[in-house]
C-alpha cells in the first residue's frame, strides 16, 4: 500500500476501488467481530488502528487462508516478503529443497495454499514435473514470485501460446484472429503449452493487445510494458518457447524493482530488512 503518485488525479470512487480499500474495511470488521466474540473489552479504536497498521506493513497476510492472501496484488506481493523473511536462512546455507518441501515451508504460514501453485513455479524452473527434483531457494523464489503475484495473466498467456502454436502446426490448423487471443478461455486442446517455441514478435503483440484490453477493465495484473518489450527483443532467436518467456520473467530485475516486496538477486540473502 506504497504512496500513489496518481492518487491526486483519482476520484475517490476511484481511488477506493485501485487499493481495494472497502474490502479490507470488509475485513477488519469481519475480524473485529471475531475478536470480539472472545474479548467482550477490546478497544475497537486501537483494533482498528493496528489492522490498518499491519496492513501497512505487510504483516496482516501471517497465518491468513488462502482466499485472503490471493484476493488483492498487495495481500500477494506481502505474502511473497513474508516468505523469504521467514525462510531465506535455509538458502543462505545453500540447501536445495523438493517442490514438497517448499510447499511445506509456504504452509507454515498459509496452511491451504494450493501445492499445484508450488507445482506450477517449479515447472518454470526444471520444464517438468520432477517432484523430487531439487531446487535453490533463489530460483524457488523469484519464480514463485511471478507465477503467484502473476497467475491470472500467466494462464492468458498460456491460451495465447497454445492458439499461436497449433496456428503454425499443420497437424491442427486453427485459426484465430489476433484482436481475438486475449479474450480466449480454452481455444486449444492443449493440456499444457507445447515446449517448441512460436514467433517472438507474434507473442508479444498478442500478449501487449492482452494489455490494451485490460485497461478497459480485466482485474489481473500485467507487468509492465518495458519488460515485456525487454524480454521479447533481447531473445537470440526469433522464436521463444512457454517456459523460457517464465523463466525470462523470473530472471528479469526490472520487474523484480517494479513489484517491490523482494530483494535484488544480489541482497536476496542480506539478514536486513528492506
Known amino acids: 500500500m506504497c504512496g500513489d503518485e496518481d492518487g491526486f488525479n483519482l476520484s475517490s470512487e476511484a481511488y477506493l476501488e485501485k487499493h481495494q480499500i472497502l474490502f479490507y474495511f470488509e475485513d ?9 466474540d472472545e474479548n467482550p473489552k477490546v ?41 523469504w523473511q521467514f525462510f531465506k536462512q535455509i538458502g543462505k546455507k545453500g540447501d536445495l529443497l523438493t517442490v514438497q518441501e517448499y510447499h511445506s ?36 523464489l523469484y519464480a514463485f514470485q511471478v507465477q503467484f503475484y502473476y497467475q491470472e495473466f500467466i494462464q492468458k498467456c498460456g491460451e495465447i501460446y497454445s ?7 499443420p497437424r491442427d490448423p486453427v485459426v484465430v484472429p489476433t484482436s481475438d487471443i486475449a479474450n480466449l478461455h480454452t481455444v ?29 477493465g480485466s482485474a489481473f495484473s500485467i507487468p509492465p510494458v518495458q519488460v515485456l ?12 518457447s512457454f517456459y523460457e518467456f517464465l523463466m525470462a520473467l523470473a530472471r528479469n530485475e526490472m ?17 536486513r530488512k528492506v
Open 28 to 36: 477488519c470488521i469481519n475480524q473485529l467481530l471475531q475478536y470480539r
Open 43 to 83: 478497544n475497537t479504536i486501537k483494533f482498528i488502528n493496528e489492522y490498518f497498521y499491519s496492513l501497512k506493513c505487510g504483516t496482516h497476510v501471517m497465518f491468513r487462508d488462502f482466499e485472503f492472501i490471493n484476493a488483492t496484488p498487495h495481500n500477494r506481493i506481502s505474502f511473497l516478503k513474508i516468505f
Open 105 to 140: 515451508l509456504i504452509t507454515l504460514i498459509c496452511p491451504d495454499l494450493p501445492f499445484d501453485l508450488v507445482q506450477k513455479t517449479a515447472r518454470i524452473i526444471l520444464l517438468d514435473d520432477a517432484l523430487d527434483s531439487l531446487i535453490s531457494f533463489a530460483d524457488f
Open 163 to 169: 492458439v499461436l502454436h497449433c496456428q503454425r502446426s
Open 188 to 216: 486449444s486442446t492443449c493440456t499444457s503449452p507445447p515446449a517448441d517455441g512460436v514467433e517472438a514478435i507474434s507473442f508479444l503483440r498478442a500478449i501487449m493487445h492482452l494489455r490494451d484490453k485490460k485497461k478497459i
Open 229 to 240: 518489450q525487454e524480454i521479447f527483443t533481447s531473445t537470440s532467436t526469433s522464436h521463444i
Open 255 to 271: 520487474l523484480n524493482a517494479a513489484l517491490g516486496g523482494l530483494p535484488s538477486k544480489s541482497k536476496v540473502f542480506d539478514t
